[in-house]
């Protein structure tokens, strides 16, 4: 663990100590666990004097000496505020920094750099504005350190934690105490995303009579980088001498008596303009009253007319009431008698229908019915006609068998005969006999044939 302690400043009474402590890991003796030491800041402080002169004793000093150079505008959230009228306004850009006894202090050539730079505070409202103030300070600055950059940026009204990150600006080393033009310094795009988790430089002055501002890098730092401490100027710091004070009392007593003198003119002049109004209200009053009672009569003859009016447009009403009530009620009957029409009509349609329906369903009947008859008829005919068909055909079987048995007894009798003659013509009565058996079952075959056919 390491140890850095800020001695005394310019001579001055040591009010604080800084004592950092860098964050670090040690391992114990014997390879125990390690043992972490945690950083502590203690803000440094001390007592200065203020610088020769005197401060601003009331904000009306600025209304008149700074008018020329801006707008004096109304804050809602804090009064009378002041804009420069400058393009592309930054505060704490155009000028440089100078290591006073009092810490650094920012010096401009800004016609309003005395006062908006060493007095009061700054907010944005689309634009910068300055709240004025009576403190005064070398210049009311946040300052960081990021890196090698030493960053400021101006404080906010009191209860406002920060300002607006593009605010922030920054310079390293001897160019911080280098006249120069603005762009030298290290924009607030670099900046802006660094500056958040920056350090704050935590050394403060403060006057016997209780003023506090911070005053930039410490005098070891200033000394490293070449930057020599040097005597606060005499003027365009926002310090006024004697001759200064008399001069600035009499302007602002001149203003005050000035402002008096128009208080009184415009307090005379409102009292004259409120009896001109009360005399004018008086006439205004009596030509009224007069138009009242004229409006009153007119407003009655009015009414009269009206009720006549009304009365004339209540009759008429009530006359095409009825005649419109009448039309309605004819127009209802109308209507009603069209819908019985109607009725009747579909009845009788439906009863027609219902007529042509049955019609037609006693004619598809009839049609059936003589149909099923000529069917029957058709059937009785064909029924008639198999049977006289079969009868023909048993006709005609037994007629052949009666032949086909005829013509068997026919070949019957030669072979009797024969067998009668001899053994040889009785062997060929047998071969006979048996061509007439075989001619006998083909013809009894065919006869059952023709029976089955006749059958079905």
Known sequence: MTRRTIGEWFGRALIGASIITEL???????????????????????????????????????????????????????????????????????????STEQGLAWISDEPFAWACYHYGRWTWRGRWRWIPDTVWAPAWVDWREVEDVMAWAPLPPAGVDDGPAFGWHGGRGPELATPGPRHRWVDWGVLAHRVRGARRLEHYARTATGSRWQVGPSPEWLSAHGVQRRRLPARGIGRFDQDQRRDLEASLERRRRGQRDRDERRARDEAQQREDRARS??????????????????????????????????????????????????????????????????AERDQRLRADKARAEQAENERRAREERDQRLRADKARAEQAENDRRAREERDQRLRADKARAEQAEKPARSRTRRGPSRRRMSAGRRNSVRARRRAAGARGQGAGRASGE
């Open 281 to 346: 209200e008086r006439v205004e009053s009596d030509r009224r009253a007069r138009e009242a009672q004229e409006q009153r009569a007119r407003a009655d003859q009015d009414q009269r007319q009206r009720g006549d009016r009304a009365r004339a447009e209540q009759a008429e009403n009530d006359r095409r009431a009825r005649a419109e009530r009448d039309q309605q009620l004819r127009a209802d009957k109308a209507r009603a008698e069209q819908a019985e029409n109607d009725r009747r009509a579909r």
């Open 24 to 98: 670090a890991c040690l391992p114990a003796p014997g390879g125990g666990p390690s043992v972490t030491t945690v950083a502590v800041v203690v803000p440094v402080e001390v007592v200065v004097e203020a610088p020769p002169g005197d401060a601003v004793w009331s904000i009306e000093v600025f209304q008149d000496a700074l008018a020329p150079y801006g707008a004096w505008v109304e804050d809602p959230q804090y009064g009378a505020a002041f804009e420069p009228a400058v393009d592309d306004f930054s505060p704490y850009v155009d000028g440089y920094w100078m």
